[in-house]
């Protein structure tokens, strides 16, 4: 079973950065997906990026250029390593996975293991 656990969350002022975590056990699969999703408060959880086992990566438009998803295969581990934060970037951040994947795609919606969540305040 897959189990995630997120890590790296803090306040921090408008421009600043943080390298969120999250360590991933269970992942015994050779075809998945690992993602970082947000959601603010009084909103829907949102994705933000995806990076499948072959470290093909993806970001929506708002994430472009600030933020860069990666792991660490052999420690099992995910980042999110968050540049030029936003007071609108404030949210818990949750890590999720698809796996075992059976497509070539990572859809958001089929995302169906999460962590806790970690949370990010971006102060103007």
């Known amino acids: 079973q897959v189990q995630l656990q997120e890590s790296g969350g803090g306040s921090v002022q408008s421009g600043g950065s943080l390298r969120l975590s999250c360590a991933a056990s269970?992942?015994?699969?050779?075809?998945?997906?690992l993602a970082w999703f947000h959601q603010a408060p009084g909103k829907e959880r949102e994705g933000v990026a995806t990076?499948?086992?072959?470290?093909?990566?993806n970001y929506v438009s708002s994430a472009k250029g600030r933020f860069t998803i990666s792991q660490d295969k052999d420690k099992n581990m995910l980042y999110l390593q968050m540049n030029s934060l936003k007071p609108e970037d404030t949210a818990m951040y949750y890590c999720?996975?698809?796996?075992?994947?059976?497509?070539?795609?990572?859809?958001?919606?089929?995302?169906?293991?999460w962590g806790q969540g970690t949370q990010v305040t971006v102060s103007s």
């Open positions: 269970g992942l015994t699969y050779s075809s998945y997906c």
């Open positions: 999720g996975a698809i796996a075992p994947r059976y497509g070539s795609t990572c859809p958001w919606l089929h995302f169906g293991h």
């Open positions: 990076i499948d086992n072959d470290g093909r990566t």
